[in-house]
RNA sequence: GGAGAGAUGGCAGAGUGGUUGAAUGCACCGGUCUUGAAAACCGGCAUGGGUGCAAGCCCAUCCAGGGUUCGAAUCCCUGUCUCUCCGCCA
């Protein structure tokens, strides 16, 4: 969502802005209904202005004992002419509403230009890759008896996996272990948040309306499945007025997700790379104006060190203009090294939406004492998500020798003992 | 799921059709007094928007959306949330 004062004052700056995500230039049109509807809002002001004062009038006759019979006839004939103004300015204001929620955020200066994922400019690669190619967490687990797609597949269709034994118990551990990591030792604070929620929480996080076919909805509540705790944890400040000295606040939760995945037919439909629900550690970070690049950093860091504690291979990308997400104005993926798959796959998307979000959700923040608030900036990124985190322990530590999975020595703890995980 | 009560400014809390955008208290800001502070006293203090060079003027907002009325915080309908009681339940 953007400031209509702001488009008033620069269109072109807005234009060139959009034009990097490939769209067309919108602030002609959308400064056309701008006018248009404060024309009619000053219309329908004056004559509101001029009913409210007429119709005092009337009080005070009828205070004094007066006949008001004249006085509330010329009223009544404004009311008519109100009525009309009112529908057009609502209209023109929905209008308006419905263009400017429909347009993604602004980019960073230092986001590359491009078309899609091709574009996406390597940062750096960490970790030495052991397996350059072998089986897949499919062949691995099935040969376990870890994973059954079958099973689920039979109860719940294409994209659930089934998980069993050790391989759940593993699923378990690496949640447990990425909280933990940001908890002790980034500053982040635990929530165990609803899973459903209602549209206004997808709006405010600029799920909605944009991308209401990737949710999932319950028929009879009218409640959307989360496709990511980033929409609880982030409106957890919806409509607040945070105190400045409170932030940063680093909020972060361990939940299913669900994802329609409506127009990714046919791609990842192998394995569990893809599902319709899995795991993911969230982080949510808010924070102000001047802090938040900083912020951004110091997330994609907080990602990146869960994946070096588990010794997982993985390189940073920096998303190009045409694969940026909707809300974002920079985005850092981390993709993790997939024997199976000989390839880097994302595990991990880290995200600036600077105020984007919070004007859509009002989330301010005030100087305490200060009389002034202002938009607090949300960032979001995931840590990490922990189905590909399975994915991708299963693949890096697979034993050829007996078809066993290694369990990677922080996992340890959570395991109850099990070093390595092997059929059964 | 059933029955009832409620939602008003940062907070508490008045206000049941007419100069009420809203009493009062607390909090907050400025001032007087004081060596300084406290107390006391005086003054200020909601948000969003339109218009104007500006001072200002105007509009909207008393949970949200509709309605009744010349006029709604106040009356009616719907939704959301909170509380109380009953039922059910991990």
């Not at 109100?82 to 300015?89: G, H, P, Q, R, T």
């Not at 996996?161 to 050790?166: E, K, P, R, V, Y």
């Not at 969230?282 to 951004?296: G, L, R, Y």
């Amino acid at each position: 969502m953007f400031d209509i004062r702001a488009i008033r004052k620069e269109p072109e700056f807005f234009d060139k802005a959009w034009a990097r995500r490939g769209l067309e230039p919108r602030t002609s049109e959308i400064l056309k209904i701008d006018e248009k509807k404060r024309r009619v809002q000053t219309l329908l002001q004056e004559l509101q202005a001029k009913r409210n004062e007429e119709s005092k009038k009337i009080g005070i006759i009828k205070k004094d004992g007066g006949d008001a019979m004249a006085q509330m006839e010329a009223v009544a004939a404004i009311k008519g002419q109100v009525a009309e103004l009112e529908e057009k300015d609502r209209k023109l204001g929905e209008q308006l509403k419905n263009i400017l929620s429909s347009l993604p955020n602004l980019l960073s200066v230092d986001v590359p230009d491009g078309t899609d994922e091709g574009d996406n400019k390597e940062l750096y690669k960490w970790g030495d890759i052991k397996s350059l190619n072998g089986p897949d967490h499919v062949e691995i687990g099935e040969d376990i008896g870890g994973i059954d797609f079958e099973m689920a597949a039979k109860m719940s269709g294409a994209r659930f996996t089934i998980l069993i034994g050790a391989i759940a118990r593993l699923e378990r551990a690496l949640s447990q272990f990425f909280i933990d990591i940001h908890t002790r030792d980034h500053g982040y604070i635990e929530v165990s948040p609803p899973l459903l929620v209602r549209d206004n929480a997808l709006y405010g996080t600029s799920q909605l309306p944009k991308f209401a076919e990737d949710q999932f909805s319950t028929r009879e509540t009218d409640h959307y499945l989360i496709p990511t705790a980033e929409v609880p944890l982030t409106n957890m400040v919806a409509g607040q007025i945070v105190d400045h000295d409170s932030l940063p606040r680093r909020y972060c939760a361990h939940t299913p997700c669900f994802r329609s995945e409506a127009g990714s037919a046919g791609r990842d439909t192998r394995g569990m790379l893809r599902q319709h629900q899995f795991y993911k550690v969230e982080m949510v970070s808010i924070t102000t104006p001047e802090k938040s690049e900083e912020e951004h950093e110091h997330m994609l860091n907080c990602a990146e060190t869960v994946l070096k504690k588990l010794e997982l291979p993985f390189r940073t990308v920096i998303l190009c203009s045409g694969d940026t997400g909707f809300g974002a104005t920079k985005t850092y993926d981390i993709e993790v090294w997939l024997p199976g798959q000989e390839t880097y796959r994302e595990i991990s998307s880290v995200s600036n939406c600077k105020d984007f979000q919070a004007r859509r959700m009002n989330a301010r923040t005030r100087v305490k004492g200060a009389k002034d608030t202002r938009y607090v900036h949300t960032l979001n990124g995931s840590g990490v998500a922990v189905g590909r985190a399975l994915i991708a322990v299963i693949e890096n530590y697979y034993d050829p020798i007996d078809g066993g999975i290694i369990v990677p020595e922080v996992l340890k703890p959570y395991m109850g003992g099990i070093e390595k995980i092997i059929r059964t």
